[in-house]
């Protein structure tokens, strides 16, 4: 017989899924509000103006090393400016302060996000042994499988409020001032909520704060938007930087994505930062070869391509003013697109209340749609989004968000 016959059903991703429905749909209407990836106003995938530049430097230069190996913690100039974009500290010049607070940080490139994601949770189940990690409900759905994976088990902290369609802040606290247990970890997303859209406030940042250094509860910030959630890369920073610059220090940790801010989707470009408390300064370097020695096991190192352009970026003023322009680009078109979403919406009439599409921020929007809506939409309208009700915004454009909200109108009456 055959060893594999009883495998048990591995979930399909539905993200996934649902992009090769669209894709197969032959509707001249169709729209995809499904996958988080950054479209034009005409619908097409948008190369960074920034990003081109360092393209044709490349080109031009045909270094004969250029498909060579990356060291096992990855390229060192770009994980330093990662970790100096991160943390707010400066690019160009280091002040003594600065030079401090870096000796708190290990560093090592990682497979985009989800692999900073994956390497800090390895890292953390094999020698930080939590008994929990504390996830939003909801979240990603993939933080659940990295974590299922490492073996550690997964509760939830109420996150989204239906009725308000916002931050559920009395409950979340509520839950994990009565539940967590010092040593558990706890997942935070740095801003743009994924996939509610739904931030805390600074304020409510600083009760969360306080309550994981009061509680020994581990921080570990999920940063996927940084720069494409507000524009501005310190605002979506904020949250990450508060904690980090928190007296007494905590030990936190950071996956960072240039998915999103480089467009760099394919790839994979991101780096793990885990911050020690600075109590022993011996511990850094501890630290890095541990996650080496991860990474060395399981795929060797991170990809060449996006890392040599995130940091020939961030090395040079002038293309780094550029980029900034391209977060502004793609930032602003978002929020114009929920803008103009929830105009039509109001001029329809449409029952509900829609002022969260606004209110909410980044590249997802939680609707309130339910299941039934959702499948209508699909099937009358050729409008492809999650079941749970999340819109990817940048599938919107200004030639079919009449077309989105009609649709909308139509299923929720
Ligand atoms: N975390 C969150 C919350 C995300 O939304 C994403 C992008 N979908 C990621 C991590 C990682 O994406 P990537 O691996 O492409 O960098």
Redesign the pocket.
Known sequence: GSSFANLPDAAVDEIFALNHAYIADAHPKKVNLGI?VYRTAEGKPWPLSSVQKIEEQLSRENDAARHEYLPIEGDTVFTKAARDLMFGFSLDAETPAEKAAKQRIASVQTV????A?HIGAAFLAHHYKPKHVWVSTPT?ANHHTIWDLQGIERKGYPYFNAETCAFDFENAIATLEAEAEEGDVILL?ACAH?PTGVDPTKEQWKAIAELCQRKHIFPFF?S?YQGFASGSLEEDAWAVQYFFNMEPRMEMCVAQ?F?KNFGL?GHRT?AFHLITNGSNPAEVGLIEKNLCHIIRGEYSMGPKFGSTIVKRVLADPTLRAQWHDDLAVMSSRLIQMRQALYQELLRLKTPGTWEHIVNQIGMFSYTGLTPGQILAMKEEFHIYLLKSGRISISGLSPTNFAYVAQSIDNVVR
Do not use: L, R
């Open positions: 988080g985009a996000g989800t692999g994601n990603w997303h994924n999920d996927a994505s998915s989707y991101g």
